[in-house]
C-alpha cells in the first residue's frame, strides 16, 4: 500500500503547479483523499479533501478559489491544482487518507491525527 504525490517544483508568484498522488496496492476511489502541506519550522496542516462516494471536496480559507482538488479513479489518481501561488504556499505537499473512511469528515478533515497512511512528500516553492 503505497501513496506517491509529485508534482512539486519551483514557481513565481502567481504561476501554477499541478500536484499528483497516485496510489498503489488499493483501489483509490474507495477512500477520501486529503492534502497536507508543512512550511519549515511549521506544524503540518491541511489543505483540501475530496470524497469518494459523491466527489465533495473540502478547501481550508487560505486557499478556496485558487487549488482545486480532482480525482480520476481510472488512473488511481487524485490530482491538486493550484493556481495564482503565493510565496506563504511553499511548502512540502502531502496527500493521505485514511482506513475504510470513503468520505472526507466535513468538519475536520483537515486534521492530521485522521489519518494513517502518508505519501512522500513533494516540495514546492513559490519565489516572490
Given at each position: 500500500v503505497q501513496l506517491q504525490a509529485s508534482g512539486g517544483g519551483l514557481v513565481q508568484s502567481g504561476g501554477s503547479l499541478r500536484l499528483s498522488c497516485a496510489a498503489s496496492g488499493f483501489p483509490l476511489d474507495y477512500y477520501a483523499i486529503g492534502w497536507f502541506r508543512q512550511a519549515p519550522g511549521k506544524e503540518r496542516e491541511g489543505v483540501s479533501c475530496i470524497s469518494s462516494s459523491d466527489g465533495r471536496t473540502f478547501y481550508v480559507d487560505s486557499v478556496k478559489g485558487r487549488f482545486t482538488v480532482t480525482r480520476d479513479n481510472a488512473k488511481n489518481t487524485v490530482y491538486l491544482q493550484?493556481?495564482?501561488?503565493?510565496?506563504?504556499?511553499?511548502?512540502?505537499?502531502?496527500?493521505?487518507?485514511?482506513?475504510?473512511?470513503?468520505?472526507?469528515?466535513?468538519?475536520?478533515?483537515?486534521?492530521?491525527?485522521?489519518?494513517?497512511?502518508?505519501?512522500?512528500g513533494t516540495l514546492v516553492t513559490v519565489s516572490s
Open positions: 493550484m493556481n495564482s501561488l503565493r510565496p506563504e504556499d511553499t511548502a512540502v505537499y502531502y496527500c493521505a487518507t485514511e482506513r475504510g473512511v470513503p468520505d472526507c469528515r466535513s468538519g475536520t478533515y483537515y486534521r492530521p491525527i485522521h489519518y494513517d497512511w502518508w505519501g512522500q
